[in-house]
């Protein structure tokens, strides 16, 4: 039986190994098939900004010449996003599961989160059913997976030539939109210049094992190098706080405080800066693109719904940036660990979700 598209893409994709700033060549393979579709495509400056290996890949299809093309309402210029990096080092022999899920091969997790999202954009550009409509574009974003930090890098004059985002990479059935999403402030924790390096792996440790047994509020993310875009010089954590900024920055202080009195060691030893906070999501469902884009989920999807992400996802980052985006399940299970998987059902769907709405647009031109 001939596999489908998506499901091929995935299979090959999922033996490219793509940890978070090492994604470039990842990046290569999916630029080659972003311009063979006829695509304008170019890398922005992300790799130099975060001490990565590659940029963001930022394609689009050039809109019709002025007097060709009329003002649209949704789809409108839409930016399709997945990020390029996936939480393990290693790679991964997808293979099919009673005919319903992509499962890894055991050992390691599948890579689903995010390779389900890019396989459905490039299912989607290659669709002899129908074309990308003019102004629509596509960002494949490195370095998701350790604090969102590539779609912060992404030029904004190319993000102002969308209308709305839509984010591929919902741990959820397909046909859940996330609508709203909770705010989150980030900040670093970095081990003393003075202490070498030794002592600074232990600290780290210590510092890292203190915060896990006291609180699950608090998502760890280790640095292992510098991070020039945010001013971290060397090795360290981040820290990840779901909560608005003023409620955030009290809680990481009640945390900190609690654990330097436990005399581990000395306030001297560490270093913290707020490096950056996002308000989250919070759309009216009853906003006519999301009404649109519920409208066609529908055909495709059993279940359509509007819902409340538990995480923060590149949609938060984008709208805060001014661009609105919303994030979808695209029916990825169990992310990150050995048992994850997608629903193929859920990937085909998905891909005609996005056609129906390249044809909404179409019919306006």
Not at 35 to 51: F, H, P
Request: charged residues 20%; aromatic residues 6%.
């Amino acid at each position: 039986m001939r596999e489908s598209k998506p499901v091929a893409l995935l299979k090959e994709m999922a033996n490219i190994a793509s940890f978070p700033r090492q994604e470039k060549e990842l990046a290569n393979y999916v630029k080659n098939k972003l311009l063979a579709a006829g695509l304008e495509v170019y890398e922005d400056d992300a790799a130099q900004k975060l001490g990565g290996c590659s940029g963001n890949i930022l394609a689009y299809k050039p809109e019709a010449k002025k007097e060709e093309n009329i003002l649209q309402p949704f789809p409108g210029q839409v930016l399709l996003v997945a990020h390029l990096d996936r939480i393990s080092a290693a790679t991964s022999t997808a293979k099919i599961n009673q005919d319903k899920y992509l499962t890894g091969s055991g050992n390691t997790n599948l890579g689903a989160d995010n390779l389900a999202g890019i396989s459905i954009i490039l299912s989607l550009i290659k669709d002899a059913t129908v074309e990308i409509p003019s102004g629509w574009g596509i960002a494949l974003t490195v370095a998701e997976e350790i604090g969102l930090l590539g779609v912060q890098q992404i030029p904004a004059d190319f993000l102002a030539r969308f209308s709305q985002a839509l984010v591929l990479d919902g741990e959820a059935p397909g046909g859940i939109i996330f609508n709203k999403e909770p705010a989150i402030t980030v900040f670093s924790l970095l081990p003393s210049l003075e202490l070498t390096r030794a002592e600074a792996r232990l600290l780290l440790q210590q510092v890292k094992d203190q915060i896990q047994a006291q609180t699950k509020k608090i998502k760890l993310i280790e640095i292992n190098s510098s991070l020039p875009a945010v001013n971290i010089k060397h090795s360290g954590l981040l820290a990840a706080i779901r909560a608005p900024q003023a409620m955030a920055r009290n809680y990481w202080r009640t945390v900190l405080s609690k654990i330097l009195k436990k005399g581990a060691f000395k306030i001297t030893d560490l270093m913290t800066e707020e490096i950056f906070s996002y308000p989250g999501v919070s759309f009216n469902c009853q906003n006519r693109w999301l009404q649109k884009l519920k409208e066609a989920l529908s055909k495709y999807n059993s279940q359509v719904k509007f819902s409340l992400s538990s995480g923060m996802s590149e949609a938060s980052v984008l709208t805060a940036r001014g661009l609105p985006a919303v994030n979808l399940g695209i029916g990825i299970k169990e992310a990150h660990s050995k048992e994850e998987k997608v629903e193929i059902a859920g990937l085909h769907n998905i891909i005609a979700t996005l056609r129906e709405l390249a044809w909404m647009s179409h019919q306006l031109n």
